[in-house]
């Protein structure tokens, strides 16, 4: 996805079809990344409960608020651009629900497992297609992506790490979990984004052929993505 892609995306204007499509595509990609960090906000918040320890506990409240505030931004961002952050988030309420009652975890290490893959990939998912927004937009996608060592992945990295070390016989039960979560979550980027907020055309922004083969691209990507953070855990993608 290059440069020209999110230099396009700002020069709709003198097109008013291509800037309906592409203001509802980005109303499309922004209501399911917040509806995204609000259902992580609480699925977190309700997780937290039955955590070991107060330490675990209190970390996952800390990661919980983040996912809250990151809801608030993305909101706030729509809201500036004189859309309603509820009405594009609605159209993805019932898939992004179906999806964690698919994937509902039955224990709290399983429930740090989820966590762990499927903000992974949306993350990865996100901050490719940022590179197709106008620069605001972009920034804003940039900027959810925590980094260094207080980062969401990086603290369920950690955790999960000591969770393996305490009890080894977790290893195969994670790693299948593992494994069903990433083909539940790259089926769920394809229905919900792809299908909802990728339309078959963006004139002047994307033709079929090139998204088509920047989407194979990017799974291909998430996937190894996975088996990478997988291997770090010594688990088996």
């Known amino acids: ?21 592409y203001r509802q595509f980005l109303s499309d990609l922004l209501g ?15 997780d937290a409960r039955f955590s070991p320890s107060l ?3 209190a970390a ?16 706030a961002h729509l809201e500036s651009m004189g859309l309603n952050a509820e009405d594009a988030m609605a159209p993805f309420q019932q898939s992004v629900d ?3 009652d698919r994937t509902r ?3 709290w290490y399983e429930s740090l497992m989820k966590f762990y893959v499927t ?7 996100y901050a490719a297609l940022g590179s197709l927004l106008d620069p605001d937009s972009s920034a804003l996608i940039a900027s959810l992506q925590e980094t260094g060592s207080e980062a969401a992945g990086e603290v369920l990295f950690v955790r999960l790490q000591e969770s393996l070390k305490d009890d080894p016989r977790l290893a195969s039960r994670l790693a299948l979990w593992g494994r ?25 922004f994307l033709s079929r052929q090139e998204l088509d083969a920047q989407i194979r691209d990017l799974f291909s990507q998430l996937t190894r993505n996975h088996s990478r953070r997988m291997s770090l855990l010594g688990l088996t993608a």
Request: hydrophobic share 45%; net charge negative.
């Open 1 to 21: 996805m290059s440069e020209n892609n999110a230099a396009s995306a700002t020069g709709h204007a003198a097109d008013p079809g291509a800037a309906d499509a």
């Open 32 to 46: 399911v990344i917040a509806y995204g960090e609000l259902s992580a906000f609480e699925r977190m918040s309700s």
């Open 60 to 75: 996952l409240g800390r990661l919980a608020v983040r996912e809250y505030e990151n809801f608030e931004r993305v909101a």
């Open 119 to 125: 903000d992974a990939i949306s993350d990865d998912f």
């Open 98 to 100: 179906a999806f964690h």
């Open 105 to 107: 975890p039955g224990d």
């Open 180 to 204: 069903r979560l990433v083909g539940e979550a790259l089926t769920q980027a394809q229905r919900v984004v792809i299908e909802r907020a990728m339309p078959a055309e963006l004139d002047g």
């Open 55 to 57: 330490r675990d506990r």
